[in-house]
Nanobody, 124 residues
């Protein structure tokens, strides 16, 4: 089992930026693809972005493509999500996740381990 701890959320105005971090422990971080999901009040958890174990390939939801960038530092067991040009509709709790068989898997049910989430609120 892996433990995931997210940080970096907060309140920002529309057009602003935030950088989320997710520190992993308990399992070999560098061997696994990882992903970010988000969940807004009253909505289902949705895929945001994912990255292969090497960092070579990345995947994004259409709604964040061109604004968000996922990256990882395997030496520090840390996953990042740089979020630019934030919009009010980006407001949600953001979760990092691991456990899917491949980075291109975007279904939340395919991921086995989750962090506790970090709140991102974008004001208009």
């Amino acid at each position: 089992q892996v433990q995931l701890v997210e940080s970096g959320g907060g309140l920002v105005q529309a057009g602003g930026s935030l950088r989320l971090s997710c520190v992993a422990s308990g399992r070999t971080f560098s061997s696994y693809a990882m992903a970010w999901f988000r969940q807004a009040p009253g909505k289902e958890r949705e895929f945001v972005s994912s990255i292969t174990w090497s960092g070579t390939y990345t995947y994004y939801a259409d709604s964040v493509k061109g604004r968000f960038t996922i990256s990882r530092d395997n030496a520090k067991n840390t996953l990042f999500l740089q979020m630019n040009l934030l919009k009010p509709e980006d407001t949600a709790v953001y979760y990092c996740a691991v456990g899917a068989r491949a980075a291109y898997v975007t279904s939340a049910s395919a991921y086995t381990d989750w962090g506790q989430g970090t709140q991102v609120t974008v004001s208009s």
